[in-house]
């Protein structure tokens, strides 16, 4: 199982940014979706995610600004970003489980690799 994102870059502050997240190599319904990142010395910390049925949860530094939603026939997720600032720059990690408890134990068996966001002002 591999994840596949996109997107990702650079922009300025309050700009927006798109990304998205492909589950490859796994034909069955992923139930968990979603985004963490990591700035440079800082923990990582939930952006946001999203369960097959369409249930959110949303990290406090980005409710308002972000918005994450999915294809499940696709198991594609999606995070669309607004009114960006600088320290929304992080890397970007997208996460993905198929099983269903991973909602409350927010611990995830498949994470991507990685997408640098960069924002400047």
């Known amino acids: 199982v591999q994840l596949q994102a996109s997107g990702g870059g650079s922009v300025q502050a309050g700009g927006s940014l798109d990304l998205s997240c492909a589950v490859a190599g796994y034909e069955f319904d992923i139930n968990v979706m979603g985004w963490y990142r990591q700035a440079p010395g800082k923990q990582r910390e939930l952006v946001a995610r999203i369960t097959w049925g369409g249930s959110t949860e949303y990290g406090d530094s980005v409710v308002g600004r972000v918005a994450i939603s999915r294809d499940n026939a696709k198991n594609t997720a999606y995070l669309q970003m607004h009114s960006l600032r600088d320290d929304d720059t992080a890397v970007y990690y997208c996460?993905?489980?198929?099983?269903?408890?991973?909602?409350?134990?927010?611990?995830?068996?498949?994470w991507g690799q990685g997408t640098l966001v960069t924002v400047s002002s």
């Open positions: 996460v993905a489980d198929r099983d269903g408890s991973s909602w409350y134990t927010y611990e995830y068996h498949y």
